[in-house]
């Protein structure tokens, strides 16, 4: 099993800045690509970003050029760092990792971008 805990979330103005992390442990051998979800008030959950084993990354077309995801292999860590933030971007905002187990999510962080 795979245990995943996200840290970070907070409230920022429009156009601040804010990292998250999701910290891994457990069966973390068995852990590919790993990534973020995140889910608005009254809409359905969103792939955001995604990172490979081999750090081949994807986006969501929305975020594209703000986010940038990252991987640290010997703190089994993945950050989320966003810039120019929207209110649009307000949301929860979940990890998850890829297993041999299938998938872990973590808990959430909220994320709340005042305009």
């Known amino acids: 099993q795979v245990q995943l805990v996200e840290s970070g979330g907070g409230l920022v103005q429009a156009g601040g800045s804010l990292r998250l992390s999701c910290a891994a442990s457990?069966?973390?051998?068995?852990?590919?690509?790993m990534g973020w979800y995140r889910q608005a008030p009254g809409k359905q959950r969103e792939l955001v970003a995604t990172?490979?084993?081999?750090?081949?990354?994807n986006y969501a077309g929305s975020v594209k050029g703000r986010f940038t995801i990252s991987r640290d292999n010997t703190k089994n860590t993945v950050y989320l760092q966003m810039n120019s933030l929207k209110p649009e971007d307000t949301a929860v905002y979940y990890c998850?990792?890829?297993?041999?187990?299938?998938?872990?999510w973590g808990q959430g962080t909220l994320v709340t971008v005042s305009s």
């Open positions: 998850y990792a890829n297993g041999i187990r299938g998938r872990a």
């Open positions: 990172i490979t084993g081999d750090g081949t990354t």
């Open positions: 457990g069966s973390i051998d068995s852990i590919n690509a």
